[in-house]
Nanobody
Framework: QVQVVESGGGLVQAGGSLRLSCAASGSIRSINAMGWYRQDPGKQRELVALITGGGSTNYADSVKGRFTISRDNAKNTMYLQMNSLKPEDTGVYYC?????????????????WGNGTLVTVSW
């Protein structure tokens, strides 16, 4: 089993900052990509930022220049530094991990989500 746990959400005023963390544990053997997604009520989950194993990054246009994604491969942990937050950044942020799980002799693909962490940005 692979576990994905997010942390760092909370309430912040517009213009403030938050740092989200996502840790993958369990039988994860390798991680190809980790990403942050946001889901607003009644809408589909949308990509906020993505980072590959090689360190390539991709951001939603709405967060470019304000958010920075990073990862610690040794700890299977990913971070999202969110600066200059706006009320429209409010939502539940989910971590997604894509990679391989199992043993040295038998691996299978994994595509795992965390339970989400709530970010609320007020005026």
């Amino acid at each position: 089993q692979v576990q994905v746990v997010e942390s760092g959400g909370g309430l912040v005023q517009a213009g403030g900052s938050l740092r989200l963390s996502c840790a993958a544990s369990g039988s994860i053997r390798s991680i190809n990509a980790m990403g942050w997604y946001r889901q607003d009520p009644g809408k589909q989950r949308e990509l906020v930022a993505l980072i590959t194993g090689g360190g390539s990054t991709n951001y939603a246009d709405s967060v470019k220049g304000r958010f920075t994604i990073s990862r610690d491969n040794a700890k299977n942990t990913m971070y999202l530094q969110m600066n200059s937050l706006k009320p429209e950044d409010t939502g539940v942020y989910y971590c997604n991990v894509k990679g391989m799980k199992g043993t040295v002799f038998y691996k299978t693909p994994v595509d795992c989500w965390g339970n989400g962490t709530l970010v609320t940005v007020s005026w």
